[in-house]
């Protein structure tokens, strides 16, 4: 069984490795197609705002004769003037980072305190300081879109296999507003004067979290952090549910048309196999007579290694007979003639080392004594053939 086990455990390790290089590839891919997305974006962006200064230095130097710009003409980037893309009202999909930094103002991505039917407030772009409800909050992309006609609004191209025979290239279209852009307007009461009006909230923050464990949902509070005030939550209307003849009636519902008993097994034996593979290598759980058959064969091995193991040379039979006897005969003991023999031994050898090293003294003291005494007579000798060659100067020769 030790066999088939680590076998599992081994395929389970091969699968686990070629899902982690599957998931890299996908990811690999993904970042890239959304980075390439993110490029072409900004570039139709980038061609938008270049054209609108452009068009806007024309118009101060020209003045009255500058050319008519609300016209049937694209723009470099393919659009009609005063509109977009279509394809830029598509929203690419966010980081997790990206999804935080949007909504750090509001309790963060796990637990957002905004909901539809809130008051906010715009903070950027051509719907600057306008106050709108929130109709739909797409958490994709950490994005809202506001109600009312005046707001949220865009011109948009659409594509030639969109847009209709003899109708307009250009459409309005509600365009989402990311949750950084926006804030909650609530109104709340001053404390010293009283007075009660509709407050810009900056920073929202969750609170008294209740897990309900029947619905596995979370439900928490939203507190302004500093002022200690808990914004209560819009209250959403109940949904009516309409009967329909096919809709299945309540009490066929609960009625109960299985009952279980020990008598008897809730299924056949049969479909388990066809549920989970009795032959797949991930099997962990067997059978008892396929556990006794698989411990039957291993047996065997065992026994059939002792079989091999018992029929040895009479060399090998004799070697084993010695380590026998060596191992009954356990480790050797010293004795005290023995310790005492060895310590003379010891002795000996010390002073032996001791008088080696003074004679290699006593005869590299001679040879450096001999060494000084030679150099001496060779320099008398030669001071005395000739004089003055000690000086390093040549002698003049005589004529």
């Not at 772009?125 to 739909?136: E, S």
């Not at 003055?388 to 100067?393: F, I, L, Q, T």
Request: proline share 7%; with cysteine; charged share 30%.
């Amino acid at each position: 069984m030790d066999k088939i086990l680590r076998r599992v455990r081994m395929a389970e390790r091969q699968v686990a490795r070629r899902v982690k290089r599957n998931q890299e590839k996908t990811q690999a891919a993904a970042r890239k197609k959304r980075l390439e997305e993110i490029a072409r974006l900004r570039r139709s962006a980038s061609l938008d705002l270049n054209s609108a200064i452009k068009a806007r230095h024309e118009d101060l130097e020209l003045g009255p004769i500058a050319p008519r710009r609300d016209v049937s003409q694209l723009t470099p980037s393919g659009a009609y003037w005063g509109s977009i893309a279509a394809e830029r009202l598509n929203t690419p999909k966010l980081t997790d980072e990206q999804k935080s930094a949007r909504a750090a103002w509001a309790g963060g991505v796990q637990y957002l305190c905004l909901a539809p039917g809130d008051r906010v407030v715009v903070l950027e772009g051509p719907d600057k300081g306008k106050i709108a409800t929130i109709d739909k909050i797409d958490r994709d992309t950490m994005s809202v879109e506001l109600g009312g006609a005046d707001i949220g609004f865009v011109n948009a191209m659409l594509p030639d296999f969109l847009a209709k025979q003899g109708g307009k290239p250009v459409v309005q279209v509600k365009a989402s507003i990311p949750i950084s852009a926006i804030r909650l307007v609530h109104p709340i009461t001053d404390p010293q004067t009283g007075v009660t009006r509709d407050t810009i909230i900056r920073e929202l923050q969750p609170v008294g979290m209740v897990h309900d464990r029947p619905t596995r949902k979370v439900f928490w509070s939203r507190l302004v952090p500093g002022l200690n005030v808990r914004i209560p939550w819009p209250k959403v209307p109940p949904k009516k549910h309409e009967d329909y003849p096919a809709d299945t009636l309540r009490l066929e519902v609960e009625e109960r048309t299985f009952v279980p008993t020990l008598l008897r097994p809730p299924m056949p034996e049969t479909v388990i196999d066809e549920l989970r593979n009795r032959y797949s290598k991930f099997r962990t759980r067997h059978t008892p007579e396929y556990i006794a058959k698989i411990e039957a064969q291993e047996a065997e091995k065992k026994v059939r290694k002792q079989s091999v193991e018992s029929m040895l040379l009479p060399v090998q039979e004799y070697n084993r007979k010695l380590r026998e006897l060596r191992r009954q005969r356990g480790k050797p003991e010293l004795t005290t003639e023995m310790l005492e023999k060895i310590g003379e031994i010891i002795v000996k050898n010390k002073l032996r080392r001791s008088g080696d090293q003074l004679t290699e003294a006593g005869a590299a003291t001679t040879d450096a004594q001999m060494g000084r005494i030679q150099s001496a007579v060779a320099q008398l000798s030669i001071g005395a053939e000739t004089p003055g060659a000690s000086s390093g100067e040549e002698q003049p020769r005589a004529s």
